[in-house]
């Protein structure tokens, strides 16, 4: 055993044999490292390519997308190499993806940032309506885009039967019920939780309702003599396996609103 020890140290002080190991191991090296970056460019990668043209806020549904194999050279820019990174988006709004094409991340959204987001986000034959709000009455900024609140309407001064008005007589009550927020706006017109890192305050509650409701709400929010006031509260409703409908909560606040504005031939229709 001690004569290996002894040969061992022997091979390792000849400085000649030191520096051909030394060349053999940085050739083995090389040799390895080259081999490994000639596979990493010519291996091929899977990647997802449009199977038709998507327009602008088209949504990018499973049979929107094929995968092909492309060599890693063709991978410029900010290529999108998952599925699953792409399917259910959206093709931004200022873009087109040709038939084709790979994906980019510069041009597939989630659905909240495109810019006209809300105008797919709700029934046929249904009106957006925007409601002012502050922290104070979305509790806390804990309305959220996805939940269902109930519209409120607080009237002071209200008329009593006989037409008068009374002074200091608050009349309030639920006016409509099971109402999904589409949307949640800052006063610069952007999505109050599209960036939870920058704490927004909550300037507009964006929601839809069907036209007789939305000629309602806005006949309330109208009413300067009477200080109405529309207030929205937060339910569980949407926590329910199949929320309600969106629907009209008091014949007698409709009735009061429509006792104290014009009445048109719609509103008749609907009150018929």
Do not use: C
């Amino acid at each position: 055993m001690n004569n290996i020890v002894v040969g061992i140290k022997k091979f390792l002080s000849n400085k000649n044999t030191v520096t051909v190991v030394g060349v053999l191991l940085a050739i083995v090296v090389l040799y390895v490292g080259y081999n490994w970056r000639i596979n990493q460019a010519i291996t091929p990668v899977t990647v997802p390519y449009a199977t038709q043209t998507i327009s602008p806020g088209t949504e990018i549904t499973e049979d929107k997308i094929g995968t092909i194999e492309v060599p890693p050279s063709m991978l410029k820019g900010n290529v999108i190499q998952s599925v699953s990174q792409v399917v259910n988006k959206y093709a931004s709004s200022d873009s087109i993806i040709p038939e084709g094409s790979l994906f980019y991340s510069r041009y597939v959204v989630p659905k909240e940032q495109l810019e006209a987001a809300i105008i797919y986000d709700y029934p046929e034959d249904y009106v957006l309506y925007n409601l002012p709000v502050d922290m104070e009455n979305t509790y806390g900024n804990s309305i959220f885009p996805g939940n269902y609140i109930d519209i409120y309407l607080k009237v002071i001064n209200s008329a009593d039967a006989n037409g008068v008005v009374s002074e200091d007589k608050i009349m309030i009550g639920k006016l409509i019920e099971n109402v999904r927020v589409i949307a949640v706006k800052d006063s610069n017109g952007n999505n109050v939780f599209a960036n939870l890192d920058e704490k927004e305050s909550p300037s507009l509650v964006i929601f839809a309702v069907p036209e007789d409701l939305h000629i309602l709400l806005r006949k309330a929010s109208y009413l300067r003599t009477y200080e109405a006031t529309i207030i929205p509260v937060p339910t569980s409703e949407g926590l329910q396996e199949k929320p309600g409908e969106t629907q009209l909560s008091s014949n007698d606040l409709r009735n009061f609103i429509n006792s104290v504005t014009a009445m048109t031939d719609a509103d008749l229709a609907g009150n018929s």
